[in-house]
């Protein structure tokens, strides 16, 4: 198959390719981003495969950079911008389910193609634009069909987390996977125990994120991978009510939205604990307990000025969102007045400080003056006192 036209981001690394060439080398785009542009993908990423070894590589280009140069990477640095270029290889046993125990650099691009994962990113683009498919990816990119390259098991015990990724494609391509690969999938799922909890997180935030994130939690079910995911074990049923309880059409805004999904359908009650486990940050678990909160808060009444100060416009909007999906109705207009008409945003614009509080009425720094602060601060936001200097200091008399 032959390329009408190539993207910008090809046609701007050709010349690298054919610099390649006159040394007398092959050189190939490679991978996802030969796949996006067979699909009408925008992409990202431009992988160029080489038959030159690193050093040969670097002879070839002034200015590189060894980014990975024992795997056969080298950056090179041309026009302005990064590509990364990586020599052909083929991949000793795998020790810990991730990495190769080593890797051996071939001049052959058949033997380099063998060892990727699915056949959709198994293709090359060579200078020419055509594109070469030794695994029959053309045909399974047109089926919208994920399917391993060669022997699936073999795949996923080199590399465990391909069972994620496999799942998150489906999500983000809406994609079948094909049989004898799902089957390997649940086979090997318990091998997931084996990979990092950050890399697992990373494909599962994929996987929600992604436009058809329903089918990838289909196949999360089928594979019972979700057993190997941190305090996810035996929620097959509550997956399900995922998928049923949220409207299946809907695009989460926000990792920390989707989260806060995850967290309200599938029950977790100590949701700060449950998300260290994934090795969040802490203000990703700060920011999803905050959603988390108001959503429950939001079923027992309206929005408050008090949630509209203190969570912010741009957290409650998420959440009115996320209550939208799970079929509730969603309060924008009362946000936005609320939003409006809120005396101050931020404590920084009382008029009064504790520095005020204890030159002017001699209160000592503590408990006390901390208490005393928050209380103005509430009276202001919900509208009982006017933030105005001699109305607060009366008020904290009031309250002393």
């Known amino acids: 198959m032959k390329l009408q036209e190539l993207p910008m981001e090809f046609e701007e690394a050709l010349p ?76 000793d046993v ?25 056949t959709i990113n198994a293709f090359a683009l060579n200078d020419n634009r055509q594109v070469i498919d030794l695994f029959d990816g053309l045909n399974d990119l047109k089926n919208g069909l994920l399917r391993a390259v060669g022997v699936a098991s073999e795949r996923f015990n080199e590399d465990a987390l391909r069972i994620m990724r496999g799942i998150r494609f489906s999500a983000s391509l809406h994609f079948e996977i094909e049989d004898k690969t799902l089957a390997a999938m649940s086979e090997c799922a318990p091998l997931l125990d084996e990979i990092s909890v950050e890399r697992r997180f990373i494909e599962c935030d994929k996987l929600l994120m992604a436009p058809h994130w329903s089918k990838g939690l289909h196949y999360l079910i089928a594979t019972k991978a979700y057993n190997y995911l941190p305090g996810f074990s035996e929620t097959a049923t509550k997956w399900l009510a995922f998928q049923e309880q949220i409207d299946n059409d809907y695009q989460f805004l926000s990792s920390e939205q989707a989260w806060a999904g995850v967290v309200i359908v599938l029950g977790i009650k100590e949701v700060k604990s449950f998300l260290k486990q994934w090795k969040t940050s802490q ?16 079923k027992q009444s309206p929005l408050t000025h008090w949630q509209v100060y203190q ?3 741009d957290l409650i909007k998420q959440v009115e969102s996320l209550r939208e999906a799970f079929g509730l109705a969603p309060e924008y207009e009362r ?3 609320l939003d409006q008409s809120l005396p101050i945003h ?17 209160m000592t720094p503590g408990p006390a003056l901390g208490d005393c602060l928050y209380q103005v601060e509430q009276a202001i936001v919900k509208g009982a006192l006017p933030n105005d200097k001699a109305a607060i200091l009366a008020f904290v008399e009031q309250i002393l």
């Open 16 to 91: 690298l390719l054919e610099k390649i060439k006159r040394a007398g080398f092959e050189a190939y785009f490679v991978g996802g981003s030969v796949r996006d542009v067979l699909l009408g993908r925008p992409i990202h990423d431009v992988d160029i495969a080489t038959s030159s070894y690193p050093e040969e590589t670097k002879a070839i280009f002034e200015r590189t950079v060894d980014v990975g140069i024992e795997h056969g990477t080298v950056l090179v640095l041309e026009n302005d911008r990064e590509y990364e270029m990586t020599t052909f290889r083929t991949e």
């Open 94 to 118: 795998y020790v810990d389910y991730r990495r190769p125990s080593s890797v051996s650099f071939v001049r052959s691009l058949k033997e380099d193609l063998k060892r990727r994962d699915f």
């Open 283 to 298: 203000q990703f678990q700060k920011t999803v307990l905050q959603m988390v909160t108001v959503f429950q808060e939001r």
């Open 311 to 313: 969570y912010g416009k």
């Open 335 to 337: 946000l936005r007045q």
């Open 346 to 362: 931020s404590k920084q614009e009382i008029v009064v400080n504790g520095g005020d509080l204890i030159a002017l009425l001699g």
